[in-house]
């Protein structure tokens, strides 16, 4: 951590839904924008790149439309992957962007950390999609811990989503010494009131980055996509359980106490949301509680990890070591 105060941007924008090549000019143009006005850092919400499957919610299966997504899926080594990393580079902003990963047909909720010279730092999955998004989606290896990079203003790490319900993806997290956390969520909508969740509301998914930024002493930029009736009529979702009414914008940045720096935006407002982070704000809180640090018990509480990236098929040296790990009682 360098001590100087770092000017971030958090974006509450509608995705071109379902259109990879629209999705990676509107990432390009809210990079130069926020470049523009002097950000060193910018946040995208979950799954920004095709837009988050909202149908899912909505009903078990759709063939043509769960083709049409692979289709417009980010895949790591693809040309406009290369396009949006040459955008961060000419703009020398550094970006956190989630995106929909297909890696041959098959998805991944998928963020990646580019440095402002346009390489990609680190690219984790999101550890374990959550109930509906299994449809979609499948879990993460030994990359879902690659998910904190060195920038030259600090550490950046990020999460997507119910992660931050993960006590010990969060606690990994914590460890990785992050400044600035970018937590990735949907569109989100405030609780009815009814017996819909609010751990699922706008107000729980906001409580839950608010939380992070408490227990991690870290600034926390909580990024959220939103819907219009454009987003609503493309995936067919008005008889939804969620993403079925405009609005679900719902973007914040929170200081390292808990506290919100950004004033609150309508949540069918598109815009990016600006603050001036003082990095040294970090030590100042945590001179009360460091969980990684003075305020730890090593010696009575520990993680472990295991951070390989499982392979279907492994080579004959491979294979024997695998066997050699495995405990006598599991064998």
């Known amino acids: 951590m360098t001590g100087k105060t770092v000017r971030v941007a958090v974006t509450q924008t509608e995705p071109a839904w379902l ?38 919610w909505a009903r078990l299966i759709d063939f043509d439309i769960n083709v049409k997504y692979v289709k417009n899926s980010l895949n790591i080594n693809s040309p406009e992957m290369e396009t949006i990393r040459t955008c961060a580079c000419d703009n020398q902003i550094s970006v956190v962007l989630g995106f929909s990963e297909n890696d041959n047909n098959s998805l991944y909720i998928s963020q990646a950390i580019i440095g402002p010279d346009g390489n990609i730092k680190c690219n984790r999955r999101k550890m374990k999609p959550t109930h509906m998004e299994r449809t979609i989606f499948g879990d993460a290896s030994g990359e879902v811990f690659n998910s ?25 997290t914590f460890s ?35 939380t992070y930024a408490i227990e991690s002493q870290t600034f926390v930029l909580h990024s959220t996509a939103l819907i219009t009736e454009k987003g609503i009529k493309a995936m067919n979702t008005e008889s939804g359980l969620l993403m079925s009414s405009p609005g679900g914008g719902s973007s914040t940045i929170f200081g ?27 030590i100042r809180v945590k001179m009360f509680a460091d969980g990684l640090g003075h305020y730890s018990r090593p010696d009575l509480m520990w993680l472990g990890t295991c951070k390989d990236k499982k392979k279907m098929v492994l080579s004959a040296e491979s294979a024997s070591t695998v066997k050699e790990e495995v405990p006598s009682a599991a064998k």
């Open 19 to 56: 259109n990879l090549a629209a999705g990676v000019k509107k990432t390009c143009a809210l990079i130069e924008e926020a470049a523009k006005n002097g950000a060193e850092l910018i946040a995208f919400p979950e799954c920004w790149i095709p837009g988050y499957p909202c149908w899912i």
């Open 256 to 282: 390292p106490d808990g506290r919100r720096l950004s004033e609150p935006v309508e949540s069918t407002t598109e815009t990016i949301i600006y603050a001036d982070l003082d990095l040294e704000e970090i």
């Open 148 to 172: 904190v990079a060195s920038l030259p203003f600090g550490r950046v790490g990020a999460l997507s989503c119910w992660e931050h319900i993960q006590p010990l993806l969060k606690f990994h």
């Open 176 to 210: 990785e010494h992050e400044d600035i956390h970018v937590s990735a969520w949907p569109s989100v909508t405030p609780h009815t009131g009814g017996p819909d969740l609010w751990s699922m509301s706008a107000e729980g998914c906001q409580n839950l980055s608010r």
